[in-house]
């Protein structure tokens, strides 16, 4: 878990908390960043969020943490993938990057952008086996993220030489990479208010499997420029 504060494209501060749940820790340490920066939390101006995939715990508390600052002040918010604040984490590179968490049940959550500052998507979010993912890529790649510790070996042998590997703690996302893109979306009027703040789980959970009998959301709504 971690909160940063920019002011603009620059980073000010940021605070991590690398122990004890979210629910807990989430607050007190946006309230440690606003102290040290001496910034008051009507001074804000815009709130930007990774909205997953990942834990849904820990995407509830800080969607609806989130949400409870953004109703109070009625700043804008701007959503931003969890895949895309990875991708960026990963810096500049001439590889195609391909962040990864894991998704349980030896599948990965994943996509793919293309080289360069812009980072174009060419693969679309998702729920990839290995072999299934392996047949959408092709090297020279840069496996980002926990997943690449859990089906990386498995990938790059499949694909041969030009596969490279990022695990954390390198390939590790923070609020700083959430906050770079949230910059980008809210200069673009890709944004939301707080009633339409919605988590992106990309896979059901099982009480919802079973009630509805399908495994995996919709691709979400971009928001319209606002």
């Given at each position: 878990?971690?909160?940063?504060?920019?002011?603009?494209?620059?980073?000010?501060?940021?605070?991590?908390?690398?122990?004890?749940?979210?629910?807990?820790?989430?607050?007190?340490?946006?309230?440690?960043?606003?102290?040290?920066?001496?910034?008051?939390?009507?001074?804000?101006?815009?709130?930007?969020?990774?909205?997953?995939?990942?834990?849904?715990?820990?995407?509830?508390?800080?969607?609806?943490?989130?949400?409870?600052?953004?109703?109070?002040?009625?700043?804008?918010?701007?959503?931003?993938?969890?895949?895309?604040?990875?991708?960026?984490?990963?810096?500049?590179?001439d590889r195609?990057?391909?962040?990864?968490?894991?998704?349980?049940?030896?599948?990965?959550?994943?996509?793919?952008?293309?080289?360069?500052?812009?980072?174009?998507?060419?693969?679309?979010?998702?729920?990839?086996?290995?072999?299934?993912?392996?047949?959408?890529?092709?090297?020279p790649c840069?496996l980002v993220?926990?997943?690449?510790?859990?089906?990386?070996?498995?990938?790059?042998?499949?694909?041969?030489?030009?596969?490279?590997?990022?695990?954390?703690?390198?390939?590790?996302?923070?609020?700083?990479?959430?906050?770079?893109?949230?910059?980008?979306?809210?200069?673009?009027?890709?944004?939301?208010?707080?009633?339409?703040?919605?988590?992106?789980?990309?896979?059901?959970?099982?009480?919802?499997?079973?009630?509805?009998?399908?495994?995996?959301?919709?691709?979400?709504?971009?928001?319209?420029?606002?």
């Open positions: 878990m971690s909160v940063a504060l920019l002011r603009g494209e620059d980073l000010v501060d940021e605070v991590s908390a690398s122990a004890g749940p979210a629910a807990e820790t989430l607050l007190p340490a946006v309230d440690t960043l606003l102290e040290r920066a001496g910034v008051a939390l009507g001074e804000l101006e815009a709130f930007a969020i990774s909205i997953g995939p990942g834990s849904f715990t820990s995407l509830r508390v800080g969607i609806a943490t989130v949400k409870g600052l953004a109703f109070d002040t009625g700043l804008p918010i701007a959503p931003v993938s969890t895949l895309a604040a990875l991708a960026r984490a990963a810096g500049p590179t195609l990057v391909v962040p990864m968490l894991d998704a349980r049940r030896g599948e990965v959550y994943a996509a793919a952008y293309a080289a360069g500052p812009r980072r174009q998507v060419v693969l679309p979010e998702g729920v990839y086996t290995p072999e299934a993912l392996c047949a959408r890529i092709r090297p840069l993220g926990e997943g690449a510790t859990i089906c990386g070996e498995v990938v790059a042998a499949a694909l041969g030489e030009g596969v490279a590997l990022l695990p954390p703690p390198e390939g590790s996302a923070s609020a700083r990479h959430v906050g770079a893109l949230g910059v980008e979306r809210l200069a673009s009027g890709r944004w939301v208010r707080a009633a339409q703040l919605v988590p992106h789980y990309l896979r059901r959970a099982e009480a919802e499997v079973q009630r509805t009998g399908e495994r995996f959301e919709p691709a979400p709504r971009p928001p319209k420029p606002m």
